[in-house]
């Protein structure tokens, strides 16, 4: 069984653009940036287990996503979590929903990720703020966190799926955090 453990920090544009530096000037390797669109679907056994299927979507690829909250801390967000490449993501869409499953929230987001040592460290930016992730196992979020400076920051212990409930707007019974679209003149 796979465990997602992370620990997820508030930032605001000024300390992104210092972890930005921060990562750099420590080595990390950056990985990737990407947009995404993210779409949890709920409803049945979902709901029974506490988890969510996500369906995630960028230039590049499209990854389904079963996510189930196991763990009591308070610090570190820990998740069951398997992960896969979808081929056909309208066939993909319509199995959700013969299986029952509705979309509840839908989110968008800017993702830079970085390589650090054991772990992961994404600084995402949504329509309703900025926050900085770390991912492996406890220990090393927290030696990492130490290195960053980031054990001095405000810990964010929602998921964006209950920040964009928070945040987002209801469009016929879908909560969305989407980014303002500009048109050109």
């Given at each position: 069984m796979a465990i997602e453990t992370e620990k997820k920090y508030r930032l605001d544009k000024k300390l992104l653009v210092e972890y930005t530096t921060r990562l750099n000037d420590l080595g990390a390797e950056f990985a990737y940036e990407a947009f995404e669109e993210n779409y949890l679907h709920r409803g049945g056994v979902l709901d029974d287990r506490n988890a969510v299927l996500r369906l995630r979507k960028t230039a590049d690829k499209t990854l389904l996503t079963y996510k189930e909250k196991v763990g009591t801390s308070t610090e570190f967000k820990q998740q069951i979590e398997h992960e896969t490449i979808v081929e056909d993501v309208d066939a993909t869409e319509k199995i959700i929903d013969r299986l029952g499953y509705h979309l509840s929230v839908v989110y968008e987001?800017?993702?830079?990720?970085?390589?650090?040592?054991?772990?992961?460290?994404?600084?995402?930016?949504?329509?309703?703020?900025?926050?900085?992730?770390?991912?492996?196992?406890?220990?090393?979020?927290?030696?990492?966190?130490?290195?960053?400076?980031?054990?001095?920051?405000?810990?964010?212990?929602?998921?964006?799926?209950?920040?964009?409930?928070?945040?987002?707007?209801?469009?016929n019974g879908v909560v969305e955090a989407r980014f303002e679209k500009t048109t050109a003149a």
């Open positions: 987001k800017h993702r830079k990720a970085w390589h650090f040592g054991n772990v992961e460290i994404v600084l995402d930016e949504l329509p309703f703020g900025v926050y900085m992730e770390i991912e492996g196992s406890m220990k090393d979020i927290l030696t990492v966190e130490k290195q960053l400076g980031a054990d001095e920051l405000e810990v964010e212990t929602r998921g964006y799926p209950r920040l964009t409930a928070k945040h987002g707007k209801t469009i």
